[in-house]
């Protein structure tokens, strides 16, 4: 749910179409309120299990300030709203972007960061929406009614909703405060899809093997609250890196995309000093004898994973041929790596970064990220996200640099790229 709602006439059986009618007309009622979004995924895949958790608050006073701060987890975002500007935090990148409220609350749809980056679902859309009932029906094919469920000592009618793509659950508790209790989506469909892109992204078979359970509790609902001043003021930490408008007046990009990643082409590499399976790995001492591929991943992603084996496989290929490959992981423990790397008999090279901290210097947004060096040290290619023929992409990178063509400007437009 990803947009403020089209017109949408779904299938609604009388039960439910009155309980979300319900729902609209008591969260319109309230003129401000406060909740908290605890968000739990759970995903399994060929032996490996993985379980974030995220806490986040969010105030609302109508019709347009609001603060959703994420209270703990490793997703999500800061966004305060004073009526008048917009602030978007990212506490892991620490960057953070200013920009006028829009006009038409509606339009907040627009604004990615927001509807992406909340509680992972548009719930919040859903709330500050002059118009709930559209929005959550956006999209919507089908609405039943599932009946009645206890969920945690409340009450709860189950609303059952089908989309192309996926299905989800609505729990809303009974009574005269018709309250959302929870959220239950169910991806399934969407992760056993397999597409091939216009950009060369894909949507890998590997997907079908993925269970992924999520679920959105709404707490500690107080629909009086007593706000200060301070609720809507946006602080800016000492550390964060701010961005405002574009000359156009149109917010400046948030992630980093091609043109960022072209900062880095045709620049010294930056520093690089990580522990690794075979003690120190420094950037440096390759200079001058190696061709380097960089190879930023994290087990959590399945378009990392299913692509070590290709790695694996290049540097074997070219282990007699001056190419160093390193997988250099981001955000994980070095136990929970080196267990990965045994458990999936890996050799390869790799470098441990749990903190991240190479995150800002390699614009690393995305995973997986390739990044080739020639033996002098620049930054020939940085390419993120998944490509077709991966193996054969990556070769036609390196063989170049074997050959001693290094960087044209004419040569590397960032095209191979893929949008993020």
Known sequence: MLAFAEENTPETSPEAREIVKKVSDYILHLGKFSLEFN?????????????????????????????????????????????????????????????????????????????????GFGLANILISPDPEKEILR??????????????????????????????????????????????????????????????????????????????????????????????????????????????????????????????????VPRLDLESTTGKFKIENFKDKDVVVLFFWNSFYPSCREVIPEIVGLTEEFKNKDVVFCMINQGESVGKVRKFLENEKIACLTAFDPDSKTADSFLTESFPQIVVIDRKGTVQSVNSGKIAGFKDFVKKKIEPLLEEKLFSPSAETGKDAPEK
């Open 139 to 268: 999209d919507v094919s089908s609405v039943k009614y599932g009946g009645k469920q206890d969920f945690g000592g409340v009450e709860c009618h189950i609303l059952k909703f089908r989309q192309i793509d996926f299905e989800w659950e609505m729990w809303v508790r009974t009574g005269d405060k018709p309250l959302i209790e929870k959220i239950v989506p169910d991806f399934k469909k969407i992760l056993g899809s397999n597409k091939e892109y216009e950009d060369g992204m894909t949507d890998s078979g590997i997907m079908d093997n993925i269970q992924c359970d999520i679920s959105i509790v709404l707490k500690n609902w107080n629909t009086e609250p007593v706000f200060t001043e301070d609720t809507f003021v946006f602080m800016l930490p000492k550390d964060a890196k701010i961005s405002g408008e574009t000359d156009s007046g149109k917010p400046k990009k948030w992630w980093p995309g091609k043109k960022e990643e072209m900062v880095l082409i045709g620049k010294l």
């Open 39 to 119: 968000t739990e995924m759970k995903i399994s895949s060929e032996g490996m299990k993985h379980e974030l958790k995220s806490v986040s608050s969010f105030a609302f006073n109508r019709p347009s300030k609001f603060a959703y701060l994420l209270k703990s987890g490793l997703v999500g975002l800061n966004i305060v709203s004073n009526g008048e500007k917009m602030y978007i935090y990212s506490p892991s990148t620490k960057k953070c972007k200013e920009m006028p409220f829009p006009k038409n609350i509606n339009d907040i749809a627009d604004i990615t960061e927001f509807t992406v980056n909340t509680e």
